[in-house]
């Protein structure tokens, strides 16, 4: 019948009108995003255990894992760096981690002015200074937990 699409329309339209209205006024209202949605990360650097995984799961190379080998032979790690402008987001760093060092969180606004602003560091977590032993390093290790 002719005239039934905007018949049909119509009637969506004045469904919609009086039902809830669902859109939110961001950046004003902050949308409640579910605990487990994957916006930024998290790092923890007491659970690291510089095993690089997390670094050869990624398929951008946006993880950098730096680390000595203490007397025992243990990594210990030094600095941890993500250069999130290249991320894809697609967690296999998160799967890949043995020790649930690296988390999402879902902190999901990241934009910068250049892509320096958008590289998420944990640096200086062990260093040898001259005159350090490697013990005295290993106890500094786990500067706490930073976020982005
Ligand atoms: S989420 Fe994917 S692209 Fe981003 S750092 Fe992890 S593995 Fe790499
Ligand atoms: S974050 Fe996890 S996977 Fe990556 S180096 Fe640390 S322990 Fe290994």
Redesign the pocket.
């Known amino acids: 019948m002719f005239g039934q699409g905007l018949v049909k329309g119509l009637s969506i339209t004045i469904k919609r009108f009086f039902q809830k209205k669902i859109t939110e006024k961001y950046p004003e209202v902050k949308p409640k995003l579910p605990a487990r949605s994957h916006g930024s990360f998290d ?1 923890c650097a007491e ?9 050869d799961a990624c398929p951008n190379s946006v ?1 950098k ?1 730096d680390y000595f080998k203490n007397e025992q032979g243990k990594r210990v ?1 030094e600095n ?1 760096r993500m250069n999130i402008c290249y991320c894809l987001f697609c967690g296999l ?1 998160i799967e ?4 649930k ?2 988390n999402s969180k879902p902190d999901f606004e990241l934009a910068g002015f250049s892509k320096d602003d958008v590289v998420a560091s944990w640096e200086g977590i062990a260093r040898r200074n001259e005159g350090e032993t490697a013990e005295d390093a290993v106890n500094k290790t786990g500067s706490g937990q930073q976020e982005v």
Do not use: E, Q, R
Not at 96 to 99: D, F, K, L, Q, R
């Open positions: 790092f659970k690291c255990i510089a095993c690089n995984l997390c670094a993880i894992v790690l941890y760093c890949a981690c043995p020790t060092a690296l």
